[in-house]
């Protein structure tokens, strides 16, 4: 554990010395945050039909978006794990000691952690002292809070088991570039990032039910807002789980048996 | 001018070494604006219409401000990647030939991997001009080019005074995604649905209204007045480039004085 | 040809920090020292000259050579170089130099060499026929008809610096920089280097001033040295004047018959001694060598002797000892 604790701490270093790159970031997210509300609002001025999410939790969902950027894009890189795999230094992390899968899952996880703690304090503290209507609101109650914070926690987890895929993808296709992009577009559409789910025709919202990118961002979202009531949110809690032991138990066969191929092939 | 031609010979020789690489890139460049432009799509058909835009509308507008964006990524790929030229040391090569800065940083790097996105661009293009009811003319062909150069050269702009922020840090260059990607994603819709001090943000300081909201008005017949006027406006828009061109200056003159 | 004078040139640092504390606070705000780097610096280089331009790191060596190629605008002092101030009328300036930066490319690098010099040739402009008599020279002079159409990055590092100082000549250039030309090559590219140098040097009366670490390299091309030490120009002359001053020491190599008796000779030290090799020191201000060869050959029956001069290496951190930098 402390060796992740350490891991952590660098990362939080290196990540204050570009201390101008992080209020650039911020300031990006937070533009972004902006353009979109005011686009939804433009379409929610004349809106013939009631959406099915109100104005007032959609600019919840859309700030939580950009504050935990980090908790559900997917086009984070690590290009060290990408030489690794391309280049066939595999080899070197064959010898470690540890669990191989669970070494890089730590990595990862260290590395969205360490971004989002970053900037997300910024984002929401200005977002929440905004005029309305543009304001990022507080949750109904403190459960509700208490849901979505460990939703939240077990849509990162989700988030990063995903990942791993995309790592285990590339020892397939050696391309680090075709798998992000699969997996960053199709991943980011899924998850609601572009077209937020409940706005979404219905088929493609069944689709998206189906995959497991929207239990990342938009159940925990939807969770804070109460649009997704408690007992859904309890239910959609035992989901996530299910989700995240099938893909760490299928990310974990997948990536022996990649690795036995490696090996079998003399690296 | 000839040696830009020759610059980007040598470039494409480049990039094609890579080729699998090459048509990935372009692939998902491809991907990633169809992806935003389906959101779009989706949009418009549960709330039917933005502020009095239909769908067709809107979807010109977005094609025109993709392939400006699209084009500028290519052109001035020199200027989106100038920190890395500064870091490697690079720039003092530049320094010590015959030509302007401008010029060897621009030919510096060309991504023709942009391609994907300019092709998607090109066919909503396509696809909305062939459902609007448009009355066309010599002026309005006119002014949607006009749109489309301006909107590569307001981008660039955008471009060149990131790339001269270089010269004082390399760290917080984020920013500039703010008006470019930011700014893309912006005017691809009309500015008149924004609020009120956006628009005029995006008309008089970046002025990505003037290829985006009036002309788009005159193209769309909705408007009166002189037409000559309507088809200017992009083109004063342009004129955004020359201030960014002087700062360019000022930065070399900053690197020269200060050293790496 | 080249007049420097009085160039005076400050930077300002800025200082790192430490610690989550410390970074924290440097988000808000950065402190900054001021380096002088260069202080007072004049000479004056004639044309046809091979100058080496020493020092330590961070002397001031290529702050120097940058402002003299134009690319960095002094403090203070004038200079003035075939004519122009290098950093007024950049362009037209940097027509008539060449530049070589040891450890960055000017080619570029995923296609043929070939295409590189073609590029360059409508960079500066220079008409075919031109073009076409000083590229069959150089090709023949560095030997670059087998590497001339691969790509730069499939080169090895010898292969590539011999193109790098062929593009930088290309343009028929009356001065060349070279900052650090040799480094990181192998023995053998860096004597063909180094004869390339001097011949051009004689042949074309191209002026050269060349910073290096290689002392070798020095002792190969440059019969005037300029030492400059933390910005200051310590030391402008002949590198016999400073094998004069600091290497008077001289090491005398013997191989003879065996014999037990250890050497003493006066006025020299042993180094090592067996009783059929030795090696001596001596101070050639003080004993002759001839004098004592001449000794050492009636105390035991000389096979072979060798007397080396001091290595310019040890000369020059004497050098740098005497001037405290």
């Known amino acids: 554990m402390k060796v992740y604790a350490s891991i952590l701490k660098i990362r939080l270093l290196i990540g204050m010395q570009y201390r101008s790159a992080a209020w650039a970031g911020v300031a990006t997210q937070f533009f972004w945050g902006f353009i979109s509300i005011m686009v939804f609002k433009a379409f929610y001025e004349f809106a013939a039909v009631t959406p099915p999410i109100s104005l007032k939790e959609l600019i919840t969902y859309i700030w939580l978006q950009q504050a935990f950027l980090a908790f559900i894009m997917l086009w984070f890189r690590d290009n060290e794990l990408f030489d690794?795999?391309?280049?066939?230094?595999?080899?070197?992390?064959?010898?470690?000691?540890?669990?191989?899968?669970?070494?890089?899952?730590?990595?990862?996880?260290?590395?969205?952690?360490?971004?989002?703690?970053?900037?997300?304090?910024?984002?929401?503290?200005?977002?929440f002292f905004l005029p309305k209507p543009y304001n990022l609101t507080l949750p109904p109650n403190v459960l509700t809070f208490i849901l979505f914070v460990i939703t939240l926690l077990l849509g990162l987890l989700l988030l990063v088991a995903i990942s791993m895929f995309l790592y285990i993808s590339v020892f397939i296709t050696l391309s680090p570039m075709g798998s992000l992009l699969i997996f960053g577009v199709l991943g980011e559409f899924f998850a609601g990032l572009i077209i937020p789910v409940p706005l979404m025709p219905l088929w493609l919202q069944k689709i998206a039910y189906?995959?497991?990118?929207?239990?990342?961002?938009?159940?925990?979202?939807?969770?804070?807002?109460?649009?997704?009531?408690?007992?859904?949110?309890?239910?959609?809690?035992?989901?996530?789980?299910?989700?995240?032991?099938?893909?760490?138990?299928?990310?974990?066969?997948?990536?022996?048996?990649?690795?036995?191929?490696?090996v079998v092939q003399g690296g | 001018m000839n040696l830009y031609f020759k610059y980007l010979l040598i470039l494409f020789k480049s990039q094609m070494q890579y080729r699998t690489s090459?048509?990935?890139?372009?692939?998902?460049?491809?991907?990633?604006?169809?992806?935003?432009?389906?959101?779009?799509?989706?949009?418009?058909?549960?709330?039917?219409?933005?502020?009095?835009?239909?769908?067709?509308?809107?979807?010109?507008?977005?094609?025109?401000i993709h392939m400006a964006?699209?084009?500028?990524?290519?052109?001035?790929?020199?200027?989106?990647?100038?920190?890395?030229?500064?870091?490697?040391?690079?720039?003092?090569?530049?320094?010590?030939?015959?030509?302007?800065?401008?010029?060897?940083?621009?030919?510096?790097?060309?991504?023709?991997?942009?391609?994907?996105?300019?092709?998607?661009?090109?066919?909503?293009?396509?696809?909305?001009?062939?459902?609007?009811?448009?009355e066309w003319s010599l002026v309005k062909a006119v002014t949607l080019f006009f749109m489309i150069t301006s909107g590569v050269l307001i981008f660039t702009g955008i471009y060149m005074l990131a790339a001269t922020m270089c010269f004082?840090?390399?760290?917080?260059?984020?920013?500039?995604?703010?008006?470019?990607?930011?700014?893309?994603?912006?005017?691809?819709?009309?500015?008149?649905?924004?609020?009120?001090?956006?628009?005029?943000?995006?008309?008089?300081?970046?002025?990505?209204?003037?290829?985006?909201?009036?002309?788009?008005?005159?193209?769309?017949?909705?408007?009166?007045?002189?037409?000559?006027?309507?088809?200017?406006?992009?083109?004063?828009?342009?004129?955004?480039?020359?201030?960014?061109?002087?700062?360019?200056?000022?930065?070399?003159?900053?690197?020269?004085?200060t050293g790496s | 040809m080249i007049k420097v004078e009085g160039i005076t040139k400050s930077f300002k640092v800025a200082k790192r920090s430490t610690g989550l504390l410390q970074a924290a606070k440097s988000l808000v705000h950065r402190e900054h020292t001021i380096v002088e780097a260069l202080k007072d610096i004049s000479f004056t280089i004639e044309p046809g000259e091979i100058v080496g331009y020493i020092g330590p790191n961070g002397a001031g060596k290529s702050t120097t050579i940058k402002i003299m190629s134009g690319i960095l605008v002094p403090d203070g002092g004038t200079c003035n170089i075939m004519g122009f101030t290098p950093w007024k009328n950049r362009v037209e300036y940097v027509k008539n130099i060449g530049v070589v930066f040891g450890q960055r490319s000017q080619l570029w690098w995923d296609v043929p060499v070939i295409d590189s010099f073609e590029l360059l040739k409508d960079i500066y402009k220079i008409p075919q026929q031109e073009y076409q008599s000083t590229f069959d020279l150089l090709v023949e002079t560095l030997e670059l008809k087998d590497i001339i159409n691969a790509p730069v990055r499939q080169l090895s590092l010898g292969q590539r610096m011999r193109c790098e100082i062929a593009a930088s000549l290309i343009h028929n250039p009356q001065i060349l920089f070279l900052d650090e030309p040799t480094i990181g090559l192998d023995a053998v590219s860096k004597i063909a280097v180094r004869q390339f140098i001097k011949t051009i040097n004689q042949e074309k009366g191209v002026t050269v001033v060349l910073t290096t670490h290689d002392m070798n390299d020095i002792e190969a091309l440059a019969n005037r040295v300029i030492l400059i030490g933390k910005g200051s120009l310590l030391y402008d002359g002949n590198l016999e004047e400073l094998r004069k001053r600091f290497g008077s020491q001289k090491t005398i190599t013997a191989d003879y018959r065996k014999n037990p008796n250890p050497i003493d000779i006066a006025g020299t030290s042993v180094i090592s001694w067996s009783p059929e090799h030795v090696v001596l020191s001596i101070d050639t201000e003080q004993t002759l060598s001839s004098e004592v060869i001449t000794k050492l050959s009636s105390q035991v029956e000389l096979l072979d002797v060798t007397i080396e001069s001091q290595p310019i290496e040890d000369i020059i951190i004497q050098l740098y000892k005497e001037f405290q930098i």
Request: glycine share 8%.
């Open chain 1, 84 to 127: 690794l795999i391309t280049s066939g230094n595999i080899a070197y992390e064959l010898c470690r000691p540890t669990d191989l899968y669970g070494f890089w899952y730590a990595k990862l996880l260290a590395q969205r952690l360490s971004s989002a703690l970053l900037r997300c304090y910024p984002i929401l503290i200005l977002a």
């Open chain 1, 210 to 262: 189906v995959l497991p990118f929207r239990w990342t961002a938009d159940f925990p979202f939807r969770v804070y807002s109460g649009h997704i009531t408690q007992s859904d949110a309890v239910i959609g809690v035992f989901i996530q789980l299910v989700y995240l032991l099938a893909l760490l138990w299928l990310g974990k066969l997948a990536l022996n048996s990649v690795l036995k191929r490696v």
């Open chain 2, 22 to 64: 090459f048509w990935l890139l372009s692939i998902g460049q491809f991907f990633i604006p169809f992806s935003v432009f389906a959101g779009l799509y989706f949009l418009f058909e549960r709330f039917g219409q933005i502020k009095g835009w239909d769908f067709f509308e809107v979807a010109l507008c977005f094609a025109i």
């Open chain 2, 69 to 134: 964006f699209s084009l500028s990524e290519c052109f001035a790929r020199g200027f989106d990647t100038f920190s890395s030229l500064i870091i490697k040391g690079d720039f003092d090569r530049v320094l010590v030939r015959p030509r302007s800065t401008f010029l060897q940083v621009l030919g510096s790097k060309f991504e023709f991997t942009r391609i994907g996105r300019l092709a998607q661009s090109a066919i909503v293009l396509l696809w909305a001009l062939n459902n609007l009811p448009i």
């Open chain 2, 168 to 257: 004082w840090t390399v760290q917080g260059l984020e920013v500039a995604n703010i008006f470019t990607d930011g700014g893309r994603e912006m005017a691809q819709y009309p500015l008149n649905i924004y609020h009120k001090w956006v628009a005029r943000f995006f008309t008089y300081v970046i002025p990505f209204g003037t290829v985006n909201y009036l002309p788009l008005l005159f193209i769309l017949g909705k408007t009166n007045g002189n037409e000559v006027l309507y088809m200017l406006t992009p083109v004063l828009g342009s004129l955004f480039i020359l201030p960014c061109f002087l700062v360019w200056q000022f930065g070399v003159r900053h690197y020269r004085s």
